[in-house]
T-cell receptor, first 117, second 113 residues
Framework: QKEVEQNSGPLSVPEGAIASLNCTYS??????FFWYRQYSGKSPELIMF????GDKEDGRFTAQLNKASQYVSLLIRDSQPSDSATYLC?????????????????FGQGTILTVHP | SAVISQKPSRDICQRGTSLTIQCQVD?????MFWYRQQPGQSLTLIAT?????????ESGFVIDKFPISRPNLTFSTLTVSNMSPEDSSIYLC??????????FGPGTRLTVL
């Protein structure tokens, strides 16, 4: 099992719909999670991070975290053609009890989202 | 958030030559990383750039091929040595923020002929 897996794409939704992007992770000790957006030909851009179970909302974006089930999702409401991009889920190093971190940010393979007018 | 710049933004190089990519962060970051990204693929970590000491390389990447320097907390270089067409890719540097998030530079698009 890969450390971080994203739902296979590409994902195509009509403008105005809700786009749902999912990510599962294997390390139960993971504490926080990041979503990046990458437009074609550009570098990844951090759009959300979440570390508590439940929902975190930021504008049209909502991140959902369920640590018991080891998944994190990103919902994009009222999808726009400008949301068309690759979305990457990332899991940072685990923090030990002593407060030190080890390992590197692990990225999923990405989900390509296309929002069509 | 940190702002990261890279140069060059792109280059076309001949086989057997070397290219050094520079990465500058506008504020101090604890960690800096170098990635490679092939078209349509996710990010592959090359190494962690350590300030004042040798970089930590991932499996499949070696110092002789990808020497890295980080003389201070805001600057790092990656050299792609003895290039072959297989090295054609986008090379990205990143800096780590306070909650382990990473901020990426704009990337360097390398084509090796």
């Amino acid at each position: 099992q890969k450390e971080v897996e994203q739902n296979s794409g590409p994902l195509s939704v009509p403008e105005g719909a809700i786009a749902s992007l999912n990510c599962t992770y294997s390390d139960r000790g993971s504490q926080s999670f990041f979503w990046y957006r990458q437009y074609s030909g550009k570098s990844p851009e951090l759009i959300m991070f979440i570390y508590s179970n439940g929902d975190k909302e930021d504008g049209r974006f909502t991140a959902q975290l369920n640590k018991a089930s080891q998944y994190v999702s990103l919902l994009i409401r009222d999808s726009q053609p400008s949301d068309s991009a690759t979305y990457l889920c990332a899991v940072p190093p685990r923090v030990s009890a002593g407060g030190t971190s080890y390992g590197k940010l692990t990225f999923g393979q990405g989900t390509i989202l296309t929002v069509h007018p | 958030s940190a702002v990261i710049s890279q140069k060059p933004s792109r280059d076309i190089c001949q086989r057997g030559t070397s290219l050094t990519i520079q990465c500058q962060v506008d504020s101090q970051v604890t960690m800096m990383f170098w990635y490679r990204q092939q078209p349509g693929q996710s990010l592959t970590l090359i190494a962690t750039a350590n300030q004042g000491s040798e970089a930590t390389y991932e499996s499949g990447f070696v110092i002789d091929k990808f020497p890295i320097s980080r003389p201070n907390l805001t600057f790092s270089t990656l050299t792609v040595s003895n290039m072959s067409p297989e090295d054609s890719s986008i090379y990205l540097c990143s800096g780590e923020g306070l909650v382990n998030e990473q901020f990426f530079g704009p990337g360097t698009r390398l084509t090796v002929l």
